[in-house]
C-alpha cells in the first residue's frame, strides 16, 4: 500500500512541477512574442491609437465644414437663381443705382 501512495506522491510532484514548467514556458513565449510584435510594429512605422484618434477627428470636423459649406452654396445658387428669374440684377442689399445718382445730380445742377 505504502508504494502505492509514495508512487503516487511521486507521480503528483512531477505533474506539478510539468504544469509549473509548461506555464514558465508559456509566459516566457508570450513575452518573446510580444516583443517581437512591438519590435515589427515599430520598423512598421505605424501611428499610435491617439494619433490615429487626433486625425480621426480632425477628418469628422473638416466633412461637417465641407457639408456645411455646400449647404450655403446651394442657398446662396437659389437665391441667385430667383433673382435671376425675377429679372432684377444682383445688388448688395441696402444700396440702391438712384441713391448714388442722386449726389451727381444735383452737382451737376449746381455747375
Request: without cysteine; aromatic residues 2%; glycine residues 6%.
Amino acid at each position: 500500500m505504502q508504494t502505492t501512495n509514495r508512487f503516487f506522491d511521486e507521480l503528483s510532484r512531477v505533474m506539478t512541477g510539468a504544469a509549473g514548467a509548461a506555464k514558465g514556458l508559456r509566459e516566457e513565449v508570450e513575452q518573446l512574442v510580444r516583443s517581437q510584435a512591438e519590435r515589427v510594429a515599430n520598423d512598421l512605422d505605424l501611428v499610435s491609437r491617439e494619433e490615429f484618434e487626433a486625425v480621426r477627428a480632425l477628418a469628422a470636423a473638416g466633412i461637417a465644414e465641407r457639408e456645411a459649406l455646400t449647404r450655403r452654396v446651394a442657398a446662396l445658387e437659389a437665391e441667385l437663381a430667383a433673382l435671376k428669374k425675377g429679372g432684377a440684377r444682383a445688388r448688395p442689399a441696402g444700396k440702391s443705382t438712384q441713391a448714388k445718382a442722386a449726389p451727381r445730380r444735383a452737382a451737376r445742377k449746381k455747375s
